[in-house]
Nanobody
Framework: QVQLVESGGGLVQAGGSLRLSCAAS????????VAWFRQAPGKEREFVAG????????AYGDSVKERFTISRDNAKNSMYLQMNSLKAEDTAVYYC????????????????WGKGTLVTVSS
């Protein structure tokens, strides 16, 4: 079966850095656009970053641009999110997601989701 497992979440102070990982199995990882979303309590799920299966310039949500970097390693069936200059507003559950249809970067367009990993940024 398809599995996406996030790791790397935890507690970090504002201004610090954290690197999230997502390991995929049960599918052809290179055939999918990949993305990170996040959701804070009481808020809608928000697009964070994404990169298509064919490459190109990664896309970022306005709130994380120039601070976060998405990458993927198809040989390892993994994707990553490097988060720098973290702010309290970044506190959320972070989810990795895959989309076979194309890079629309909408939550409703994603085909598969991980269970999420919690990132807590203390101010």
């Amino acid at each position: 079966q398809v599995q996406l497992v996030e790791s790397g979440g935890g507690l970090v102070q504002a201004g610090g850095s954290l690197r999230l990982s997502c390991a995929a199995s049960g599918l052809t990882f290179s055939s999918y656009s990949v993305a990170w979303f996040r959701q804070a309590p009481g808020k809608e799920r928000e697009f964070v970053a994404g990169v298509s299966r064919r490459g190109g310039t990664p896309a970022y949500g306005d709130s994380v641009k120039e601070r976060f970097t998405i990458s993927r390693d198809n040989a390892k069936n993994s994707m990553y999110l490097q988060m720098n200059s973290l702010k309290a507003e970044d506190t959320a559950v972070y989810y990795c997601a895959l989309d076979r249809a194309g890079s629309t970067w909408t939550a409703s367009g994603m085909n598969y989701w991980g269970k999420g990993t919690l990132v807590t940024v203390s101010s």
